[in-house]
């Protein structure tokens, strides 16, 4: 199976920005933004029932990515605890996740190329051929770092 990273990528660039965080209890959140801060100071002091809009701008701010079942009180455990890491870990790690892999994948389409450019009676061609390969592995050396 080939993952689609363009397809990965694209729901990446939606996502909520990371860093996001798993903070032991049950919740995988991202930061707290100055605005999120600033529209529940504003709609705390509101005496009404909140209008849609200020509900939608509260929601939309509000930095709570998911939530994994507790099992005592607020705290999750087991593999909910390890779910909601691995959630939060992935997401920060997928930007290079995903340079790592195309480097490789560069890397493997170079090498898969070295029958014929290795049989070539043009010498251009083996040499073209080689510093796309060399081009490629001292790409993915970088990104891997």
């Given at each position: 199976m080939s993952v689609d990273l363009d397809k990965l990528d694209a729901i990446e660039a939606k996502a909520t920005a990371s860093?996001?965080?798993?903070?032991?209890?049950?919740?995988?959140?991202?930061?707290?933004t100055p605005e999120y801060d600033l529209i529940?100071?504003?709609l705390m002091g509101v005496k009404r029932p909140l209008t849609y809009e200020e509900k939608k701008r509260e929601y939309d701010a509000d930095p709570a990515i998911c939530y994994v079942p507790a099992q005592y009180g607020d705290t999750a455990t087991g593999r909910h605890a390890i779910d909601a890491d691995?959630?939060?870990?992935?997401r920060n790690a997928y930007p290079e996740i995903?340079?790592?892999?195309?480097?490789?994948?560069?890397v493997v389409?170079?090498?898969?190329?070295?029958?014929?450019?290795?049989?070539?009676?043009?010498?251009?061609d083996r040499q073209a051929a080689q510093i796309r390969l060399e081009k490629a592995i001292a790409k993915y050396k970088a990104v891997a770092q």
């Open positions: 860093p996001w965080f798993y903070n032991s209890y049950s919740s995988v959140f991202s930061r707290n529940i100071e504003e691995f959630i939060a870990e992935l995903s340079k790592e892999i195309r480097a490789l994948r560069e389409a170079a090498y898969e190329n070295r029958d014929w450019w290795a049989n070539s009676e043009y010498l251009e």
